[in-house]
């Protein structure tokens, strides 16, 4: 009886396994999160896009004014190329302190 029962325990933990990966992996519905996809720069939901950085260079500096003026931003690699976004509600600052910038 206990030869059995260690005969089938790593078949019964192999099937386990072999269930959590069909769970997770498949069905169409994964739980491992996708690849992102590149969007147009007004696919992004609540975020408007304030500035289109040349080079991560102005992005950072640009992010770095926004920052100091208390401002929540993202740099977002969009379709069009890099743009700088902000919430809606910001998005009026956000271009003030970018041109006074």
């Not at 147009?40 to 920052?67: F, H, N």
């Amino acid at each position: 009886m206990r030869t059995l029962t260690y005969l089938l325990l790593p078949f019964a933990v192999v099937a386990v396994l072999a269930l959590l990966l069909r769970w997770t992996y498949g069905g169409g519905r994964s739980l491992v999160a996708r690849r992102p996809r590149t969007g147009a720069p007004d696919e992004y939901g609540l975020l408007v896009a304030v500035a289109s950085p040349a080079d991560a260079a102005e992005a950072r500096r640009l992010a770095a004014l926004l920052t100091a003026a208390g401002l929540r931003h993202t740099l977002v690699d969009t379709a069009d190329g890099p743009r700088l976004m902000v919430w809606a509600a910001d998005e009026a600052a956000a271009r003030d302190t970018l041109r006074r910038g």
